[in-house]
Every structure is written in C-alpha cells, then in structure tokens.
C-alpha cells in the first residue's frame, strides 16, 4: 500500500471514530465483487440493455414483454449471489457503532444479507412485485422469476387505474419514476444529520443520490469516497481511496478498530 492511501485511510478512519453521524452512500461497485457487475463500466449492464430502451417506466409500459429481458437478465445475476468484504465491512461498521445507516441505489438486498440493520433502498429491491397503475404489491421470490410479465390482479377490480399499465414488475425505479414517499422523507432526514459521508462504488450519475454529497459538504459535513476510479464526487470529497471497496473497506474498518 503506498504511503498516501495508507495516510489517507488513517486520517479516513479518524474522521468516522470522532464523528456522531457517519452514513455509507453505496452504488453498484460495492457489488461487483459479489460477481454483479455494475451499469456504467465497460462492462456493465448498460452496455448490453440501453437503459432509455429497456430501463424507464413508459418503456415497461408500452413494451413490457421487452423490458422483462433485461429484468430476467438482473435476476439471473442477483441469483445466490452472497455479500463480499466491503458489505461484510460496513455492518462491522455498524456493529461498532461508527456507522449510523447505510443509503444505498443497490436493489440486491447483500448490506442486510451481511448485516446492516438501517438500511435506506433508494431504488427499491426485488423483494416484491408492484404494479405501477394501482400500486397493488405482491411479495416476491426471486428464484421463482415469471417467464414473462405478470398481470396485475386487480386489472378488473380497478379498470380507471389500468389504462395504461396492466402488468406487475419488480419493486425498483426505473428512470421516469418517482421514488416512494417515505423513502424520501427518510432521503431528507438523513441528508441533514450526516457528519461524514462514506460514498462507496457509485459513479453518481443518477439523484437525488448524486446530490448527497454536495449537501452533506454545504451543511458542514465530510465525504470519503472509495472508488476505481475518479467521479463527480471526487473533486468534493475530503478523502479519496482510490482502490477496490472490497479491499479499501476492510482496511479502513480495520484502522477505525
Ligand atoms: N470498488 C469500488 N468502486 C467500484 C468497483 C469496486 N470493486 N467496481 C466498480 N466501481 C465503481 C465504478 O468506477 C463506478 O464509479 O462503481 C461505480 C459504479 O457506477 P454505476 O455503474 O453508474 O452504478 P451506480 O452509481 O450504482 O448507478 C446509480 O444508476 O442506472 C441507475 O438505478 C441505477 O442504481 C443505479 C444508478
């Protein structure tokens, strides 16, 4: 480990042991090494279904069918996959009370497979089904993945509702959809307490995640972030850990103690 990451991680590790409020902002990276690749890298999901084609809510509702190929396609990568070191990290985290909650944009559920109690899914999870016309929801089993779109039950019972969207997909927001209520009632309760910001494997393309380290900052606030590779939140942050999270992760929390 060169000097610098070694100096960086101390003064990183510092700032979580003397803070009140430390909060991990996680995206897509944290996961890759749970072999679920991310959207935005060479090799990420968006470079095999254009997200304006496959991933918005007008596309699943004018060509549902279509758009369940690229959910099939999430689901056979999410299938058994199992938390790594930087999951596994942030709920030593918790467990040593450095960290107070974890904001992640990731839907596969793996920060409360390893742990982490306080858990705010910014873009939903795959734990059920959800129908954009009614918002009728069924708990889902994802190793029981439909071969093609559901229909909503309660097509029939509320006709006025189902104009345009017939069929159920899995709880998580597609670009043109709005994130639930209460998910960003608990966004803005957060966003004001935050002491230091732990933004881990997002390119943070995408809001309002995007925007939090910007305010975490204008409040007063710290922002570290670990990545491959420089972003937007890396001219802001206070400390940048270049590297794998699944490799920085651990040696922060190691030096947290
Ligand atoms: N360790 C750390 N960072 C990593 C690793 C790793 N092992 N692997 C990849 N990264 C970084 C990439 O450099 C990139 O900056 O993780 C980031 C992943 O960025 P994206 O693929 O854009 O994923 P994310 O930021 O989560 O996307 C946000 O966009 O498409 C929507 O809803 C989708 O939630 C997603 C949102």
Redesign the pocket.
């Known amino acids: 480990m060169n000097n610098n990451l070694s100096n960086d991680l101390s003064q990183a590790a510092a700032l979580l042991k003397q803070s009140d409020c430390n909060v991990a902002l996680?995206?897509?990276?944290?996961s890759?090494?749970s072999g679920i690749?991310?959207?935005?890298?060479s090799d990420?999901?968006?470079t095999i279904f254009d997200?304006m084609e496959y991933?918005t809510l007008a596309a699943f509702l004018h060509q549902p069918e279509k758009v369940w190929q690229m959910f099939q396609a999430v689901h056979n990568t999410l299938l058994g996959c199992k938390p790594n070191s930087?999951h596994l990290a942030l709920a030593q985290l918790e467990v040593a009370k450095r960290l107070q909650a974890v904001i992640t944009?990731?839907?596969d559920g793996l920060h409360q497979l390893a742990g982490n109690g306080t858990v705010l899914e910014?873009?939903g999870n795959t734990q059920s089904l959800a129908c954009p016309g009614c918002g009728y929801r069924q708990p889902f089993d994802l190793s029981q993945f439909p071969p093609a779109p559901v229909p909503c039950p309660q097509l029939a019972v509320l006709p006025q509702d189902h104009q345009q969207a017939q069929y159920l997909k899995p709880d998580?927001?597609?670009?043109g959809e709005d994130l639930q209520p209460e998910i960003i009632r608990q966004f803005w309760y957060w966003q004001n307490k935050i002491d230091v910001l732990l933004v881990?494997?997002?390119?943070?393309?995408?809001y309002p995640?995007?925007s939090l380290p910007r305010i975490v900052k204008e409040l007063g606030g710290k922002v570290i972030e670990?990545?491959?590779?420089p972003?937007a939140v890396s001219a802001l942050a206070d400390y940048t850990l270049r590297?794998?999270?699944?490799?920085?992760l651990p040696q922060l929390v190691e030096k947290v103690g």
């Open positions: 996680t995206g897509a990276g944290i890759v090494a690749p991310d959207f935005r890298s990420g999901l968006w997200p991933a930087a944009q990731n839907i910014l873009h998580v927001i597609l670009f881990v494997g997002t390119s943070a393309d995408v995640a995007a670990i990545n491959v590779q972003t590297g794998r999270a699944e490799i920085i």
